[in-house]
């Protein structure tokens, strides 16, 4: 099992910047995975936002590329996100996502709020 810690989020005005970390803890977990962040709006599906390896390969999905910025420490287990420029759409509750890449099981944070609005 792993379990995941996460924290920030919050309010903030469009073109703001907030940051977000989460650190795993538990069973085998330097083996190869990847680590990263999705989101969900109501009444949307879950989507991928970006994603590091363990190996330091990145993954973004389009709609945040130039604006967030994902980065990992191995030695804390603790990956990170940098949102820069935000804007209203970007107003959802962000998932950790933990992801051992041999065996594909994944595992998910509890989820923080991202508020975007003046």
């Known amino acids: 099992q792993v379990q995941l810690v996460e924290s920030g989020g919050g309010l903030v005005q469009p073109g703001g910047s907030l940051s977000l970390s989460c650190a795993a803890s538990?069973?085998?977990?330097?083996?190869?995975?990847?680590m990263g962040w999705y989101r969900q709006a109501p009444g949307m599906q879950r989507e991928l936002v970006a994603d590091?390896?363990?190996?330091?390969?990145?993954n973004y999905a389009d709609f945040v590329k130039g604006r967030f910025t994902i980065s990992r420490d191995n030695a804390k287990n603790t990956v990170y996100l940098q949102m820069n420029s935000l804007n209203a759409e970007d107003t959802a509750v962000y998932y950790c996502?933990?992801?051992?890449?041999?065996?594909?099981?994944?595992?998910w944070g509890q989820g923080t709020q991202v508020t975007v609005s003046s």
């Open positions: 996502n933990f992801r051992r890449l041999l065996t594909r099981i994944n595992y």
């Open positions: 538990g069973s085998n977990i330097f083996s190869s995975n990847a």
């Open positions: 590091i390896t363990s190996g330091g390969n990145t």
